[in-house]
Structure formats: C-alpha cells, structure tokens
C-alpha cells in the first residue's frame, strides 16, 4: 500500500464480449488471469479460484456437479488450463465422514486423489477443502496486501466489523487444510448472506453463483479496504519516521554490490546461492524507519509470505549518515553466524518428535538501511520472488501498525507452516537441481559465436549468465534470444571493452549487483589479425596484445577480487586458439597474444588453487560458424594467404583435420562447460584442444 499503490484504483478488465461464449471452466482461468495480473491483489503463487461445474462423467454418462481449482504449487496470474485440478464434489463431500479430527486432518490430503473427475494428473492444493465447502459456485482466495494489512492486525475482527459490517466476515487463525475447510462451511451457513470472509493473519475469501460477479466482488471488497487504509493513514509518518536518509541511487548501489558477495560467501555453504537487490521507495520507506527493526523482528504474517521470507530477516548494520562500507563488511560474517546460532535455537524450541532436519539456517532477506534489501535464494527466481514477497509483508506491516498494531505470526505457527509434513513433502518431489544451478557466470565476447553458445549452454545447466561484448546491437539481440528461451531472470548483459579497467570494475559490480557474486569467468573476447611480419604494425601488434593478452589479466585480475571476497573457490575458462600452441603464416600479432594468453592461465592456475579457484583453457580452430573475427578482413587475409574463398577456406581447414570434421560455436561451448563445471572439478593449468585433430598443436 505504497502511495503510488493507493493512489490508482483497481481496474475491472473483465471484457463481456470476450468472455460471452466461454465456457464454466474458460470463464475461471480468465477470472484467475485477471486477477493474478495485478499484484495489489495477489502475490506471485498466492491465493487461489475455483468453480463448481455440472459436466458429464465420462465414466457412467450421468451429470455430475466437479470442483476445477487451483492445483498445487500454481500461480493464478500464469496458470493454465492443466493448472486446475478437478474432482467431484460428491466424494469431496463424502470425505467429511472420514474426518477424525483436526490431529489427524493431514490425512485428508491423501484421500483428494480418489476424488479426482477424469483422470486429471495435476495434484490437488491443500486448500481444496477450503473451495469445496463453500457453497457458492466460485469462490476467490486472494492475499491482498490491504486485506491482510487488516488481518494482521491486533483488532483484525474489529476492524473488518467497522469497514465491512456484516457483508465480510472474520474467522481466526487457522491453518490451511481440512478443518478450516468445515470452518468456512459453518460460517457460510450461520451467515447466508455473507459475500466474503478475512481470514485472520491469511487472507480473503470472496464468493457468488457467477464467475463475472465473483471476480467483480473481489475486485471492490480489496478496493474499500484500499479506501479505508488512503483515509486512515492520510499524513501518518509509516514506521514512526524515518531516522535514516537514503544514499543517493549510484552510492545505494554500489554499496550493495559490495556486500553480496560477501553475503554470498557466508551463505552458500549448502549450495551456490543467487542474489537480488531492492531499493524501490516501499523498501526504502521501511529500512529508513525508526520501527523497522522492531516490526522485521516480529516476521511476517500471511503463510505465503513466512515461507518465502523465513521467521525474520538479517538487519545489516549499516549507517547512511556516516557509511562505512568496510566496518560493515568486517562484522557481517559475525551477523550471519549470529542469524544461524538464532535460527537454530527456533528450530530446537519448536521442532515435534517428526519435524523435518533443519533446512538452511541463514537468512533470506537482508535489510540495509539507506540502502535497501538484499535477498538470496537457490536460483534468481526465487531470489526475486522472495524480495517481492517481502515488499507485500512491508505493506501490510505499514497498514497494520498504523491503524493498529502489526501481529506477527506466533513462533510455533510459523515453525508449524515451515516444516510442515506435507511442505516437505512438496519440497522432496522437486526435481532434482541441474549441474550449475545457483552458479553465475560472466562471458566476454558474449554476442559472439562461441561465446553465445557457451551462455546457451550454461543456462541450459542452471546457471545465471551475464554477457559482456563491446558490440551493444548484437549484445541485445542475444540476450533476448537467450531471455526468451530460458527467462529474462537468468539473462543479464552489460557492455564493456576488455582493455578498459574502469569498465571492467563497473562490470564485476553490476555482475555483484544482479545476481550476488561471479562463480566462473568464460574470458573469450578477441580479434583476429593476418598480415606479414614487415606489413605489421605496432598499432596491430599492440592491438591483438591488449585485447588477447593484457584483456584476459584485466578480467581474471577483478575475478579473482571477487572469489577472493566470496571465499567459495571458481573457474576461469580462456578460450584461446590452436595458434597459441602452434604457428600459422601472416598472423604473428594473434599466435604471439594466444600464446601469451595461454601462459598467463598457467600463472593463474598456480595462483588460484589455494583458494579453490581452477584455470583451465580451451583451445578451437578454424571456428567459422556465427564467428564474428572471420567477418571483414580477417576472413579475406586467411583466404587470401591459403588462395581460396570463405566456402574453400571452410572446406581447406576441415580436410586439414586429422578428423575431416567442421568445428562449431557448439563443440567450444561444451568444452568451455565441462572445464567450468564439477565434472571437471579436479583439473586445473590444462589445455583441451577442440580443432578436430592438430598434431601440430598437440600439448605433449
């Protein structure tokens, strides 16, 4: 409930025409789409809709009335079709008589898959009972920060009373499954003309015989309390004032790049973690108040939040005023332990004889004042998500407290959600991980052929992947292929000259900025130079040395900068040439650089293994393909010093193979991922050739 949130109502995009000739269950996912659009409504993954539809049984023929709602783990703004379950609300029924009581209503979720209508393989949420007891057709559960702002509150009962009267009820805390299913069943019956209900420290349920009504009546009950809220808190300081001043945009980011590596460092002992970084006026609103670290220390409140976020998040110690970034630094590894030692001691104060093993104890969300919020997690995704999640947790807390007071979930219900069974279980069926989940890597030359490839081939394995080139056009236009392809979470570009320190710095900070740190460097950033020793000049020679030699120390100089913070060892791939190893005619300035770029990876090789970090090289020839060093002269000087054309030249360098075969961007790409990834995890200072066969470039 930020101002520029309360300042725009709720726009109705419910479109009649479109909708005219839908059918019960098109009618639900264009009601879910809609209200899953706008995130003042519902968080990403949050709340869930549901219509009851009369639909013939393919079994016996006979109409029969089915439940289709939100599956387990969707997202009502991207589900579709397949994402609903559905079941029959016959045996749904029925399964009240197996009911033996809320110590045992865990069990129910076992009997959902028998009450499956047609064979609908898409697993049933544990808010199913939740839609089915309510007797209306459709039925929207939405996590508006407004809504809980109100639920969240001391007096959530009394404040629902006052702005809703006896159109919105209120039911108490409750955690979702079985038993608040028959709650809402009992609360509709004693109130038949209740449209909705606010569910305590959760959220709001809405309901009606029509799916255009439905999405219309969630749409103004959220906006009143929106209203509600815009008048109350008119010309309230949030969070008691503010006590701290934000840095200046370039200063808050800058101070964030600096910390989360280290953040990252600390916190990727169980597995590589992704970073995300926040500084929007909500956040900032809040890391600057004078009530912030009493009402972080509280947690959140709505389950979807708790579980994004954790029972609390870090408190950096941090003064705008007087910024000591180093200070900070010095005493961060102390406030993770801290955090661990913390988060530990709740666990053995709630754990049940059955509870899960510990998960990760370190924080998710790191609060900076002046500067903003950091958030780590397994992947970018979720990293992200989590930050917005507790943007939504920041505008209930400003909501509640200001008209109120701000109630955290108890430490027992929250540990109850956290490390609840049935969440273990859906964490125990998620895929297994991919080889580089949670790695981030920088490619130089990243718009070129191999390095392009490399990327593809990277986020193929998980990892995120931030492209570096000079050439700003074909930068973007890779990016956006590759953005589309996997997702523009894992997609980063950034220009930058190789021979430029400054760039470079700017480079590794923003690399730190949007994903948290830098695991492996894919150095591939080159040119190509054919000439005659007397035709050489200094400004060619100089030119090839820069960008293959001095360019490759540049950036493996700052890499090592950053793994050093990170204390989390890495990997360098150079993508050299065969002409390092072995001497090509006319091309003095290029074999001299690759052969020096060559032994500058042995040198880092020897300096890295202390710290785990591995150096290894690849080295390709005659890689013609999406190749940007064989367009203009380059190509013209090979083919003119060989006699032949671009078609000759490709069939001239394949027959001179020992294996007759084309070498592709691809063929580079998988080398390059090997010598980065654990497979290779025990070699370092070595060379792998991908040239179809040199004996001439042999190592040995």
């Known amino acids: 409930m930020t101002a520029s949130h309360t300042s725009q109502s709720l726009e109705n995009k419910w479109d009649a025409v479109r909708a005219k000739n839908m059918s019960e269950p098109e009618k639900l996912l264009y009601r879910s789409n809609l209200l899953g659009s706008d ?7 949050g709340g869930n809709t549901s219509a009851k539809v009369m639909q013939k049984d393919p079994l016996t023929g006979d109409i029969t009335e089915v439940l289709w709602v939100k599956g387990s783990g969707g997202d009502v703004g991207s589900i579709k079709m397949d994402g609903f379950s559905t079941l029959y609300m016959d045996k749904l029924n029925a399964l009240k008589s197996l009911y033996r009581g ?71 805390w409750k955690k979702p499954g079985f038993e608040l299913g028959l709650w809402l069943s009992d609360f509709c019956a004693k109130n038949p003309s209740a449209k909705g209900v606010v569910l305590e420290s959760h959220g709001l349920f809405t309901w009606a015989d029509d799916a255009r009504e439905c999405y219309e009546l969630t749409l103004q009950v959220i906006q009143k309390a929106m209203d509600w809220f815009k008048a109350e808190t008119a010309g309230k300081p949030a969070f008691g004032g503010a006590i701290h001043d934000s840095l200046p945009p370039g200063e808050r980011r800058a101070v964030a790049a600096r910390l989360m590596p280290a953040i990252r460092g600390f916190v990727s002992g169980k597995q590589h973690m992704v970073g995300h970084f926040t500084d ?27 579980l994004r976020t954790k029972i609390c998040p870090l408190v950096v110690d941090f003064t705008p005023s007087a910024p000591d970034v180093e200070a900070t630094l010095e005493g961060l590894e102390g406030a993770v332990a801290s955090y661990r030692e913390g988060y530990q001691a709740y666990y053995d104060r709630c754990k049940h004889d059955n509870s899960p093993a510990i998960r990760d104890p370190n924080a998710v969300v790191y609060l900076v004042p002046g500067v903003g919020m950091i958030t780590f997690a397994k992947d970018k995704a979720t990293a992200r998500i989590s930050g917005e999640f507790y943007v939504n947790a920041i505008n209930v807390m400003r909501g509640a407290d200001a ?73 973007a236009e890779t990016a956006t292929a590759l953005s589309k392809q996997y997702s523009p979470d894992v997609v980063r570009t950034v220009a930058m000259n190789v021979t430029d320190e400054d760039a470079i710095a700017a480079a590794y900070s923003s690399i730190a900025l949007e994903f948290g740190g830098v695991d492996i460097l894919v150095s591939n950033a080159g040119i190509a130079s054919s000439a005659p020793i007397e035709e050489t000049t200094l400004d060619l020679w100089n030119k090839n040395m820069a960008i293959l030699s001095t360019g490759y120390f540049l950036v493996s100089r700052e890499a090592f900068r950053v793994f050093k913070v990170q204390s989390m060892g890495g990997a360098i791939v150079f993508v050299a040439s ?19 770029e060559i032994h500058l990876a042995r040198c880092l090789a020897l300096e890295g293994a202390p710290m785990g970090v591995r150096v290894n090289v690849v080295n390709p020839d005659a890689v013609l393909k999406g190749s940007k060093i064989w367009q203009g002269e380059w190509l013209d000087q090979r083919a003119g010093t060989y006699g032949t054309d671009k078609e000759g030249l490709e069939e001239m360098y394949r027959e001179r193979s020992m294996l007759k075969r084309s070498v592709l961007p691809e063929d580079i790409a998988e080398a390059a991922y090997f010598l980065a990834s654990d497979l290779s995890a025990k070699s370092t200072g070595n060379i792998i050739n991908v040239d179809a066969g040199n004996v001439q470039a042999f190592t040995r």
């Not at 009450?115 to 544990?126: E, G, K």
């Open 280 to 306: 929007s006026d909500a956040v900032l609103e809040f890391v600057n108040g004078r009530d912030m670290e009493r009402l972080a220390a509280l947690g959140t409140s709505c389950p979807d939040h708790f």
């Open 102 to 172: 809320v110590e045992f209503e865990d069990e129910m979720v076992a009997y959902l898959p028998h009450c499956t209508f047609n064979l609908n393989p898409r697993a049933a949420s544990i808010d199913t009972p939740l839609h089915a007891y309510v007797p209306a057709k459709h039925v929207d559960h939405m996590h508006p920060d407004a809504i809980i702002a109100i639920a969240a509150a001391k007096d959530s009962k009394v404040l629902t009373q006052q702005i809703f009267g006896n159109d919105i009820g209120w039911l108490p």
């Open 39 to 45: 995130k003042r409504i519902t968080n990403y993954g």
């Open 403 to 475: 008209v109120s007071e701000y109630c955290g979930l108890p430490e027992q219900e929250a540990f109850d959600i956290e490390y609840w069974l049935l969440e273990e279980a859906k964490l125990q069926r998620m895929p297994a991980p991919k080889s580089m989940a949670g790695r981030v890597a920088l490619v130089t030359g990243g718009a070129g052929g191999i390095g392009s490839a490399t990327a593809e081939r990277y986020l193929r394995e998980g990892a995120c992947v931030m492209l570096a080139d000079i050439d700003e056009a074909a930068l």
């Open 578 to 596: 065969k002409n390092g190893l072995a001497a090509s005619p006319n091309a003095s300035a290029y074999c001299t650089a690759k052969a020096s």
